[in-house]
């Protein structure tokens, strides 16, 4: 019993760290419609780098100071607030990866209407982070925000 008590704290420990952070570009990008909302949650911040980390620092700045909200909570799903399921079901993503650089392209439908997404990746410590999301479709740059 007592060769199993460092065995079972480090089981606590990770379950307390959370989820690994993502093995492939892809992966890191399936997060986010995995789990809708996921990219304006303070706490998933690791999964990000500037200049995407940057612009959602200041929208959690101006949202803590009463003065609203500076994104769309809808940027995984191109700014559509639609049934999730939809997008999940027609949903197709295309990766290229290039050193420590990667870009993944997600395209959906949702409400009828086709969608395509550019999300722009890193690899940081071994791990993938967004550095922006581009809409080819809606012409917005998560980078061209100003949350300030």
Known sequence: MIGRAPV???????????????ETPTEAVMAF????GLELDPAARERF???????????????????GDCLDPHMPQDNVGTDIDEIRKTLKSLETV?????????????AGAPHR??????????????????????????SQYHCE
Not at 8 to 22: K, N, S
Not at 33 to 36: G, V
Request: charged residues 25%; hydrophobic residues 50%.
């Open 33 to 36: 419609y995995d789990q809708i």
């Open 49 to 67: 780098v500037d200049p995407a980390r940057s612009v959602l620092d200041g929208s959690d700045r101006l949202r803590k100071a009463g003065e």
């Open 117 to 142: 997404l550019q999300w722009q990746l890193r690899k940081v410590a071994n791990s993938w982070k967004v550095s922006d999301i581009l809409s080819a479709t809606g012409e917005w740059a998560l």
């Open 8 to 22: 079972i704290l480090l089981a606590a420990a990770l379950l307390v760290a959370g989820p690994a952070l993502a």
């Open 98 to 110: 290039k050193d420590d650089e990667a870009k993944v392209t997600i395209a959906f439908v949702a």
